[in-house]
């Protein structure tokens, strides 16, 4: 499986097109906010031949759906995220105003399909298995390939923090539990895309990060 990183927004934020050899691919946490960042996404998609089955959110703050509706319009596809979360996107001009955001009343991102524990996502020869994580967000999930040895964990772990658990709904103790019984009970090689910042391991985090041991 390839993964193509970009980083969007003001808040740096990591979006996700993963894709393999069939030329399907899902795009997760669609963060582009500026014009030249949706043109950035959509030329590498239409370049590569791409054929975009899920739209996927690890969690529904602001900095990862910027995109949301904008893959809507070019793919006609709404996003796929956990129903815990739902109730940040009715307070996304909530959330605009708080970061310091224009309150602009674009349409609000729908869920069309509610992801839960255990479920399973597949595209091409791909499969992601649904872990629900809980802590920075009430319905922040984890998307886990197996076969390709990575996971897809939104803003829950971070190379050598964790997610901040000071907003509506979060959970430091939530997090950290789901994080130790979920997360690093995976292979130590797995490689752990985060919604911010760099790539890391299972094996680095459960080695150095402070806030696990």
Do not use: W
Request: aromatic content about 12%.
């Amino acid at each position: 499986m390839n993964v193509k990183i970009f980083e969007f927004n003001p808040i740096s934020e990591n979006t996700y097109v993963a894709y393999d050899e069939t030329k399907e691919c899902v795009i997760i946490d669609p963060g582009c906010f500026f014009p030249d960042e949706k043109t950035l996404l959509l030329n590498f998609i239409l370049d590569n031949d791409l054929v975009v089955k899920h739209l996927l959110n690890t969690h529904l703050h602001f900095d990862h759906i910027f995109g949301n509706n904008f893959i809507y319009e070019q793919f006609h596809l709404e996003t796929e995220a956990n129903k815990g979360d739902e109730f940040l996107l009715e307070q996304l001009p909530a959330q605009l105003q708080m970061f310091g955001f224009k309150n602009e009343s674009a349409e609000i991102p729908r869920i069309s399909k509610y992801l839960n524990e255990n479920d399973v996502v597949t595209f091409g020869n791909q499969r992601f298995i649904v872990l629900e994580i809980p802590g920075h967000s009430p319905g922040s999930i984890i998307f886990y390939n197996q076969d390709a040895g990575c996971a897809f964990v939104g803003d829950v772990l971070f190379r050598g923090s964790v997610g901040r658990t000071d907003l509506a709904g979060g959970s430091h103790e939530q997090l950290i539990a789901g994080i130790k019984s979920k997360l690093l009970t995976l292979p130590k090689e797995t490689v752990i895309y985060s919604g911010h910042g760099p790539l890391t391991t299972i094996g680095e985090e459960i080695k150095s990060n402070f806030y696990l041991q």
